[in-house]
């Protein structure tokens, strides 16, 4: 066997210092069929030869070779770990993807620096993977767009830390596809399901209610009594009528303007600056452009400005002052100006209608 290994490194050798790329490609499916056919039975200084070698071989082939030997080693328990850590970092996921989601052969440190470094679609094959730790899905959570977030919780084996389950649930608040199947989980912490439910809109605890398995469904229904119960009355209805008068007057006297705008969110009269954005934006709703400006997002904001034509030293003056949790920084300000300049009335205007038409603002 270390005989025919020896022959093998030779010719590899000389694939790679002389050969041709059909020369390697052809030494490559040798070295791998040979591999397979005797890989059970090698010591691990022999499959350490074998990783050595197909080491070499893998960094001088293109992308599809590289993909074929990626997808022949990855459910292998014996496979050379060296080769799956090389072909699991590469940039191509036609390459890395089965590796990542199948081999057995990576660590959970190869796992977790291989997450913090790529893009979204090796965070999606690392999703898929069975057993994944807490230090992983942790990275995960941080890192993961939509995609690899739903595919995280359906993943029945992977396991979440305290700051895991937290991160998981405040993706599915805006998500009910992920808030079903984080309800659906037998290992979700009562107090992490308390909380799903608790955010989840009526439809999704309807149906975790009925297609819960059976283990589930009792406590979610408690759950579900006690938060119907605890139920606050809802707020009354936001009354804008005296900002929306004194708006209008000033639009029939012709002082509606960016001077008059900016006096609004310097003195922090915001009812006025929501109700001058919906009259200079085609009679928008008020609350509407209430909830822009009191909203989570800066950028939001510049929308129905531009729509409405006001200029940037009026909108600066609204992010500086508006109703937000935490005052706008100087570089989220600055970003907000180059933005702002690029953004078009057209966009702008398309936009707007568009939030009318749902009746909402993705946040």
Not at 107 to 120: D, F, M, N, R, Y
Not at 157 to 165: K, Q
Not at 239 to 250: H, T
Request: proline share 4%; charged share 30%; hydrophobic share 40%.
């Amino acid at each position: 066997m270390m005989q025919q290994t020896n022959s093998i490194i030779d010719e590899l050798e000389d694939a790679v210092r002389n050969g041709s790329s059909a020369k390697r490609i052809e030494t490559l499916r040798r070295v791998t069929d040979l591999f397979l056919d005797q890989g059970q039975r090698l010591s691990d200084d022999q499959v350490e030869v074998f990783d050595h070698v197909l080491s070499h071989l893998v960094t001088r082939v293109e992308s599809r070779v590289r993909a074929e030997l990626g997808d022949r080693l990855a459910p292998l328990d014996y496979a050379p770990a060296g080769v799956l850590e090389r072909l699991a970092w590469d940039d191509e996921i036609a390459v890395a993807g089965k590796v990542l989601t199948e081999s057995n052969r990576l660590s959970t440190p190869t796992l977790v620096e291989i997450a913090k470094a790529k893009g979204q679609d090796h965070l999606f094959a690392i999703s898929g993977r069975a057993d994944l730790p807490e230090v992983v899905t942790d990275v995960l959570v941080e890192r993961g767009e939509r995609k690899v977030i739903r595919r995280l919780a359906v993943n029945t084996t992977a396991r979440f830390s305290e700051d895991g389950y937290g991160g998981m649930i405040a993706h599915a608040e805006a998500d009910e596809t992920l808030a079903e199947s984080l309800g659906l989980r037998i290992d979700l912490p009562i107090k992490y399901l308390r909380d799903l439910l608790q955010r989840a809109t009526e439809a999704v605890r309807a149906r975790l209610a009925t297609i819960a398995p059976p283990e589930l469904q009792a406590e979610i229904k408690r759950i579900l009594a006690t938060i119907t119960s605890k139920a606050a009355p809802p707020e009354p209805k936001r009354d804008f009528s005296l900002a929306e008068a004194a708006v209008k007057r000033m639009k029939g006297l012709n002082e509606l303007n960016d001077a008059a705008i900016a006096r609004f969110a310097e003195t922090r009269r915001f009812d006025e600056v929501a109700a001058a954005l919906g009259l200079l934006n085609n009679s928008a709703p008020t609350e509407l452009m209430a909830k822009v400006l009191e909203g989570p997002r800066a950028d939001l904001v510049l929308i129905p400005c531009k729509s409405a034509g006001l200029g940037w030293p009026t909108v600066e003056r609204i992010l500086c002052n508006r109703p937000a949790k935490y005052r706008i920084d100087e570089a989220t300000l600055k970003l907000a100006g180059t933005d702002f300049a690029k953004l078009s009335p057209a966009t702008a205007e398309r936009t707007l209608r568009f939030w009318q038409l749902h009746d909402r603002i993705d946040k």
